[in-house]
């Protein structure tokens, strides 16, 4: 199938200040869509719009927002509405990697439930309701490879990712035949300040196990690929297709996969 027209169509990109976000934002921008980008820095969404804005006038918007409230989902989609009118495409991007493993402390696990899983439903529910109404709306969720598999070396990362596919899987099956689209991305390592900082996915934390379990791709190839499947109205996004194969072997021998996923931890240091 041809990738789906995007020509005037209204995108959000939260989490659109850099990394995969940014690169969602150029790509989808440079098809023809109104790009409105959000994310916490307000000031790097602002940026981005900026540099889109340069290249075709009155389609992108920077907006500052905390999609970890409900708050801060109802005034970037109120915001939003305002700049473009009705949304077509909605990536729920933003992401936190924070925690570690039992250590981790109360506020590293509402964070990342209020940021990579919380924020899924908050925007769901602002804009589901009125896509099933006209027919028609995109949902488009960054989980992770680890939401499918795990994250070793932080709990909360792999529960609140775990989540957010299930919650996509439950958006399609609940919405699929009356309208709504979802697309769930589930990458490996990607080059971005998440991987690179120094937080619980970065540089000597978890990093080092996403490093070695594949290829680490450039933002705008995991862009392209989503591109791709948008298009294609598939559910599932790989950039890494390995990732299906270690899903097969996962649920065709779980602990199998389990003694394999604990060799892989103690070789990593754990
Ligand atoms: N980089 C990887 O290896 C990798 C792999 C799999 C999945 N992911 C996921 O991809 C998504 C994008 O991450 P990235 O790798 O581009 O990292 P990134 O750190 O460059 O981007 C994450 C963005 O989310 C924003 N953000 C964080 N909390 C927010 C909030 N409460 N409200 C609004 N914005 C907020 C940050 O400011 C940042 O700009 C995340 O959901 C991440 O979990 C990343």
New binding site residues.
């Given amino acids: 199938m041809p990738p789906m027209e995007l020509e005037g169509r209204h995108v959000i990109v939260?989490?659109?200040?850099?990394?995969?976000?940014s690169a969602l934002a150029r790509r989808f921008h440079a098809a023809g869509a109104r790009v409105v980008v959000?994310?916490?820095?307000g000031a790097?969404a602002a940026r981005v719009a900026t540099e889109l804005e340069a290249v075709r006038g009155d389609s992108a918007v920077g907006v500052g927002?905390?999609?970890?409230t409900a708050d801060?989902n109802a005034e970037l989609i109120d915001a939003a509405r305002r700049a473009f009118g009705e949304i077509d495409l909605f990536f729920a991007?933003?992401?936190?990697?924070v925690g570690g493993e039992l250590d981790t402390n109360d506020d590293d696990w509402q964070l990342a439930f209020?940021?990579?899983i919380e924020?899924h439903v908050f925007a769901a529910r602002l804009l589901v309701p009125g896509w099933i109404e006209r027919g028609d709306g995109y949902f488009c969720s960054?989980?992770?490879?680890?939401g499918l598999l795990t994250q070793i070396g932080s709990a909360p990362?792999s529960v609140t990712?775990h989540a957010a596919v299930a919650f996509a899987e439950w958006l399609s099956i609940t919405y699929g035949d009356r309208g709504l689209k979802v697309s769930c991305?589930?990458?490996?390592?990607?080059?971005?300040?998440?991987?690179n900082?120094g937080d619980a996915?970065g540089a000597g934390g978890a990093s080092s196990v996403?490093r070695a379990a594949g290829e680490?791709l450039e933002?705008d190839a995991v862009a392209d690929v989503v591109f791709q499947a948008i298009g294609d109205e598939r559910f599932l996004i790989l950039p890494h297709p390995e990732v299906l194969t270690f899903f097969q072997r996962k649920a065709s021998d779980y602990d199998r996969w389990l003694a394999g996923m604990r060799r892989l931890r103690a070789r990593a240091g754990g």
């Fill in positions: 939260t989490g659109g200040a850099g990394g995969i976000g959000a994310d916490l820095d790097g927002a905390d999609v970890g801060g991007n933003a992401g936190v990697g209020h940021v990579n924020a960054t989980a992770s490879a680890a990362y990712k991305l589930c990458p490996m390592g990607v080059n971005t300040n998440m991987l900082a996915l996403v680490v933002p």
